[in-house]
């Protein structure tokens, strides 16, 4: 999104499950590829709080990686 950004989403597509796939880039590199399957902007920038989040409390990337993938909504 923002490139100014530390930590941002590039590359954003829906996908087959009604959400979106993206890749984070954090510092002008890109660190991962993400499947959401709740749709929405919103959802994607929810996402990326998630992972700096997941990054900063020493949650390794897979796990964030399987536990957005299937995350169905509130």
Same mark, same amino acid.
């Given at each position: 999104m923002a490139e100014a950004n530390d930590l941002r989403a590039e590359d954003v597509c829906a996908n087959a499950h009604g959400?979106? %796939?993206?890749? =984070?880039?954090? &510092?002008? $590199?890109?660190?991962?590829?993400?499947q959401l399957r709740v749709p929405g902007k919103?959802?994607?920038? %929810?996402?990326? =709080?998630?992972? &700096?989040? $997941?990054?900063?409390?020493?949650?390794?990337?897979?796990?964030?990686q399987a536990t957005l993938r299937s995350y169905r909504g509130a």
């Open positions: 959400g979106n %796939n993206f890749t =984070a880039w954090r &510092a002008g $590199a890109p660190i991962a590829e993400f919103h959802n994607v920038l %929810n996402a990326l =709080a998630s992972i &700096a989040v $997941a990054e900063h409390v020493g949650i390794p990337r897979d796990i964030a």
